[in-house]
């Protein structure tokens, strides 16, 4: 394995471009590392992001802010505006891990690696933040929803780095939560997760909304039903139950050794209902 | 395998080693450097048997490449006494009992001094989350909890 550090994001994709064999980014390392040390994958070469200046600040633009690739959640979660604006997409990027891997891990990793219980992801989703991508043949952006494509597998092309994600500015009275459910309170994978951001009028009707839904199904998913239980409602019990059902209806997961099919379908109901809850509070104040 | 040349800070010493680039940190540490005090107990991020500060922040020396300590300042559990001069939370973690076998004491010990120089007075709850990532077998963490609340306060001076 060669293991690179440049210092500017057009040397990092010359380096990824020119490689013949298996080539990674390396920017928190959380996941990368441990699928190393397992021999889950041999690269041949690393190329760490993280002396890339450009990639390492959290910068306001457009009413909204920008996140560079190799900034950390703890970062992220130490930026006062930044999670007074996103309180939902902030509180999913802090709940990886433990204060440790919080350290180091990024919004960006997480997104990138494409598994399906990543936590920022459905926050990330509803939030409709677009990720910039830079490659061999120049830039482009896309929603983060069409970043991972199959368990493990991004749409990335070889070459390609994701430089940074834009969470764009939101109107007044916008909230956004997000909430997983875990079988313990801390350091354990998502078994449902929901992101929900939502916008009101002055006289409290929800005017958009985004729901974005994780570990139901091989990738996390933007569930547009749902959102349209909320739109035009209050947000009252009987948008609620819409919800719920309209969320319940989206999961297509698995049995595994935390949840089955059945348990998953339901608590997603559960929680999209309870994550609306505290973004529409969010969005009063 | 011709190996990479590294350098970094340790503990406030300059420090340099030859490594190869699939060594994390924690390889280095203990294999290369002889600062056993970080300990392997997963080697995959869950234990915090290895936490070490890299420019003040809390990380596993096992999820690093020891190529990335380039230009950066580790502190391991070697640099929190002085001299023979235990920290005050060794000296607790001591008077608590807060451990028996002792393999997650200097990570806890590492991911304490951290949590109190960021937040000098936290609420238990406070310190529960921040160790999380701190498994210990042995106490079931109360004496650890009771003895970190015992520095902090001793830390403020109180
Ligand atoms: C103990 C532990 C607990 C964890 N708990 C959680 C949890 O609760 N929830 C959760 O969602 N995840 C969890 N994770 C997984 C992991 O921490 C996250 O997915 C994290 O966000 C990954 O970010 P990273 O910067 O460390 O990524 P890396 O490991 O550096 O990279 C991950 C993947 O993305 C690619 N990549 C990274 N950055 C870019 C980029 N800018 N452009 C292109 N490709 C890129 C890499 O090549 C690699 O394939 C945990 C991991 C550990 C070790
Ligand atoms: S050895 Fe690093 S976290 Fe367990
Ligand atoms: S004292 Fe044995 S693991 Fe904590």
């Known amino acids: ?285 | 395998m011709s190996g990479t040349h590294v350098s970094t800070t340790i503990n406030g010493d300059a420090v340099e080693y030859v490594c190869d680039v699939e060594e994390t940190l924690l390889d280095v540490l203990r294999n290369r450097l002889g600062l056993t005090g970080a300990k392997e107990g997963c080697s995959t991020g869950d234990c915090g048997a290895c936490s070490v500060t890299v420019d003040g922040r809390l990380t596993c020396s096992c999820l690093m490449l020891a190529v990335e300590a380039e230009g950066h300042e580790i502190g391991t559990i070697e640099g929190v006494a002085n001299g023979s001069e235990l920290h005050p939370i060794q000296q607790k973690i001591l008077d608590h009992a807060a451990l028996q076998c002792g393999v997650c004491t200097p990570g806890v010990v590492v991911a304490v001094k951290a949590l109190l120089e960021k937040n000098p007075d936290p609420t238990e709850t406070e310190v529960r989350y921040w160790l999380a990532g701190n498994l210990c077998r042995c106490t079931g963490y109360d004496k650890i909890i009771r003895a970190v609340m015992d520095a902090a306060s001793e830390m403020r001076g109180s």
Not at chain 1, 33 to 40: G, H
Not at chain 1, 118 to 131: L, N, Y
Not at chain 1, 201 to 219: E, M, N, P
Request: charged share 20%; proline share 5%; with cysteine.
């Open chain 1, 1 to 285: 394995m060669r293991y690179e550090a440049p210092d500017t994001i057009d040397a990092a994709i010359a380096i990824l471009a020119a490689e013949d064999g298996i080539a990674r980014v390396l920017a928190g390392g959380t996941d990368l590392l441990v699928q190393i040390r397992s021999d889950m994958i041999e690269p041949d070469l690393v190329v760490d992001i993280k002396n890339i200046n450009s990639m390492r600040s959290i910068t306001p633009e457009n009413g909204g802010y920008r996140i560079g690739g190799a900034v950390s959640c703890a970062e992220m979660g130490e930026h006062a505006d930044l999670c007074a604006q996103w309180p939902g997409v902030v509180e999913a990027a802090e709940l990886i891990g433990s204060t440790q891997v919080q350290g180091r891990a990024t919004m960006t990793g997480n997104l990138c690696n494409c598994g399906p219980a990543a936590d920022s992801v459905p926050a990330m989703v509803a939030a409709e933040a677009i990720a910039t991508i830079v490659g061999p043949n120049g830039r482009r952006d896309i929603p983060v929803e069409d970043m991972p494509v199959a368990p493990g597998k991004s749409s990335l092309t070889k070459g390609e780095i994701v430089e940074s994600v834009f969470l764009p500015a939101r109107p007044e009275r916008s909230g956004d939560a997000y909430l997983r459910f875990i079988p313990r309170t801390e350091m354990d994978i998502a078994v449902v997760g929901v992101g929900i951001s939502l916008t009101l009028d002055g006289h409290g009707t929800c005017t958009h909304a985004r729901v974005g839904l994780g570990a139901v199904a091989a990738t996390v998913l933007l569930v547009d039903d749902a959102a349209k239980a909320l739109i035009g409602t209050r947000v009252d019990d009987a948008a609620l139950d819409k919800l719920a059902a309209a969320t319940s209806a989206a999961c297509k997961p698995i049995n595994d050794k935390r949840g089955t099919i059945e348990f998953r379908t339901k608590v997603a109901g559960v929680l999209a209902q309870r994550v609306a809850k505290i973004a529409l509070d969010r969005a009063g104040k």
